[in-house]
């Protein structure tokens, strides 16, 4: 079976300093999102012409398909429908076949991520190189991206300089950041030249034009793009917007949410192949039309990706991406995931305090904690947990609805903790004081202290 | 076909009934910039994405810059010579030598220091990817206050390929430590051409 979400984070904690580091950075880069948030007055605004533009949008979404189809068709793009990942990846092949290509660069793309692109294409003999300098670093060490935005924000210098030691013959241990990015430079130059086909994911694409945008700040998708003789770009459905002027919103949301950039060093607009040149789009659902008419969780086709709803969780801080065992990790991976897969991906929807912080900051006003309290119910309905845990909520149900029961075994718990705390402390029987401290019990209830003190 | 047919069927049956968009009023929003003030706020955002930006006030202080600044350098002036790309046949090998390319900007966005390009005036889409060096040129009256302005210019424009720009390539990937240079110019150079340094007159 699978590694659950809390063994992997155990995984993750072993390492007390790294934690601390992931949790400090993320929770900077959280700051700057802020600080770049508070210099647009009308930030609460733009979040919500966001969300209700991406509202309607889905409500229309059929059309709006249609219509980019026509308009990007008229272009001279390719247009391909996926249903599902393994119709992604055939479309994808066939077309590098067709080209009689065996090595493409890819810029970063989450889609392909979820969908095993790399994978199957390395099966069939074709050599796929990540041009994103994380992605770059993660696909070396053979490893996913533990983040949508920060590929491999879960690494420190020194083993990015091992890994390049390794496999790009740099200095052995030479970790200064500026001698590492410019040895990636050249490496991937290289590949930039000789390559004949390039992927990239979609950021936006627009009914009304025919046109999608690619964002990125290295400008890899562009290098690969311009570069190749054929740009093939995959999309899931749910990044449609209806017109131009609409990405005025979401060109100042996205990358000051993300990194609290004013915007990405590059915001590219592709209408057209240029001459001599051919584009695909692959359209993919892959869930999203099943996700679509779930009432409950719909409004998650509405993400832009912009990681800020990582940054911020207190969980995915202090477990890492990779705990998360899906592409998209975070808050919002536990909300798209149980939708591809609920058996393997049921514990997601725990792996969150449900503090909000995530709906908070999300530029499009997703109420992320709802949704993953929803799933929690969807997946206890369908007894989806260990033995354990429903034999315990059982007790807790019990306890919390006997008001007589409740005070008892409170102040049986009381009791314990003070006489007898190796009964609790026992991680093996408790997990939740694994990496904590014993509370100090209390004398009293605070229902005790109330019926003595309340009536002061 | 199929799947696309199927995939459509699935959203139509799917969809929520219909929420109407109301029309986007930019205009009703707070908006801290001080039209006045468009291009030194502009200066500021741009040095931030970390573009170094001078003001130069006539063509000649401009072609005195050019010749200066790139000196015995691999260098592409589209600024002068428009058609410069389709004289040059250029594979990519060739276009990963240049190391300074000038180009013209359509206009410049204040709330962010990025400038809007389309493939007019990039000749070659890779070109301003490409280069080591890049400097845009832009003038003082064509800056917008923001992003809405700025897709309020795009609308209509047709062409094939059209980029925003802010600041040079970068990438902080490695332990969250800003490099400038990922992949593409290592440096960006905005010159503003104030008053008289685009037509003299
Ligand atoms: S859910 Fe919201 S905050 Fe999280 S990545 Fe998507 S858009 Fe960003």
């Known amino acids: 079976m699978k590694k659950k979400h809390a063994e992997l984070a155990e995984v993750f904690n072993a390492d007390e300093s790294m934690t601390d580091w992931h949790d400090e950075t993320l929770w900077w880069i959280r700051q700057k999102r802020d600080r770049s948030a508070h210099n647009i007055p009308e930030w609460e605004q733009l979040r919500q012409w966001a969300s209700d533009i991406k509202a309607h949008t889905l409500s229309n979404l059929d059309y709006y398909l249609e219509e980019f189809e026509r308009n990007a068709i008229a272009n001279g793009i390719k247009v391909h429908w996926a249903r599902d990942a393994a119709e992604h990846n055939a479309i994808i092949a066939g077309i590098i076949r067709e080209n009689g290509v065996s090595r493409v660069v890819k810029s970063k793309s989450m889609l392909t991520e979820e969908c095993h692109l790399n994978d199957h294409l390395k099966d069939l003999g074709i050599e796929v190189v990540d041009t994103d300098l994380g992605e770059r670093i993660v696909q070396l060490r053979d490893e996913p991206p533990s983040h949508i935005v920060l590929p491999a924000i879960h690494l420190k210098k020194e083993e990015v300089s091992k890994t390049f030691h390794q496999k790009l013959g740099t200095e052995l241990g030479n970790h200064d950041p500026v001698y590492l990015t410019s040895a990636a430079r050249d490496h991937l130059r290289e590949r930039f030249i000789e390559a004949e086909l390039a992927i990239t994911g979609v950021n936006f694409a627009v009914a009304n034009t025919g046109e999608f945008v690619v964002c990125t700040n290295e400008g890899n998708a562009d290098m690969g793009a311009h570069l190749a003789k054929v740009h093939i770009a995959a999309m899931g459905i749910e990044k449609l917007i209806p017109s131009q002027k609409h990405l005025g919103v979401f060109t100042r949301l996205l990358a000051r949410s993300a990194t609290g950039q004013p915007i990405t060093a590059y915001t590219s607009h592709f209408r057209t192949p240029a001459r001599g040149r051919a584009i695909h789009i692959v359209l993919v659902d892959n869930g999203r039309s099943r996700l679509l008419g779930q009432e409950d969780f719909r409004n998650s086709l509405k993400c832009i990706r912009c990681g800020a709803c990582f940054n911020t969780c207190p969980v995915y801080r202090r477990s890492g991406g990779h705990s998360y065992h899906t592409a998209i990790a975070g808050p919002i991976g536990s909300i798209l995931s149980p939708n591809l897969d609920l058996k393997a991906n049921a514990d997601l929807p725990f792996a969150s305090t449900l503090c909000g912080s995530c709906s908070n900051v999300c530029p499009v006003k997703i109420n992320i904690h709802e949704q993953l309290w929803k799933w929690r119910q969807v997946i206890a309905d369908k007894k989806q947990f260990g033995l354990f845990k429903r034999l315990s909520m059982r007790v807790t149900a019990t306890v919390l609805s006997s008001p007589f029961v409740y005070r008892i075994t409170g102040r049986m718990a009381r009791w314990v903790l003070r006489n007898w705390p190796a009964m609790i402390n026992r991680k093996s029987i408790n997990p939740w004081y694994k990496q904590r401290e014993m509370p100090e019990a209390p004398k009293e209830s605070f229902r005790e202290w109330y019926v003595k003190n309340g009536q002061l | ?201």
């Open chain 2, 1 to 201: 076909m199929k799947a696309r047919s199927i995939i459509l069927d699935k959203v139509r049956n799917s969809k929520p009934s219909f929420i109407p968009l109301d029309d986007i009023k930019y205009s009703s929003m707070v908006c801290r910039t001080d039209r006045n003030n468009w291009w030194s706020q502009f200066r500021a955002l741009a040095e931030t994405v970390g573009a170094s930006v001078i003001r130069l006030d006539s063509q000649h202080d401009f072609q005195q810059f050019i010749d200066e600044y790139c000196e015995g350098q691999a260098i592409v002036n589209l600024y002068h010579h428009p058609d410069a790309p389709t004289l040059m046949p250029l594979d990519n090998t060739d276009l990963a030598l240049i190391q300074s390319a000038v180009m013209p900007a359509a206009f410049a966005v204040a709330e962010n220091g990025a400038l809007w390009l389309s493939e007019k005036q990039m000749g070659i889409r890779v070109l301003p990817f490409i280069c080591e060096q890049l400097v845009l040129v832009v003038n003082e009256r064509e800056i917008v206050a923001n992003m809405h302005e700025a897709y309020e210019r795009i609308t209509g424009d047709l062409e094939g390929f059209g980029v925003f720009i802010a600041g040079p390539s970068k990438t902080a990937d490695i332990e969250q430590s800003l490099v400038i240079g990922a992949h593409g110019p290592k440096s960006l150079t905005v010159v503003i051409l104030g008053n008289g340094g685009s037509d003299p007159a």
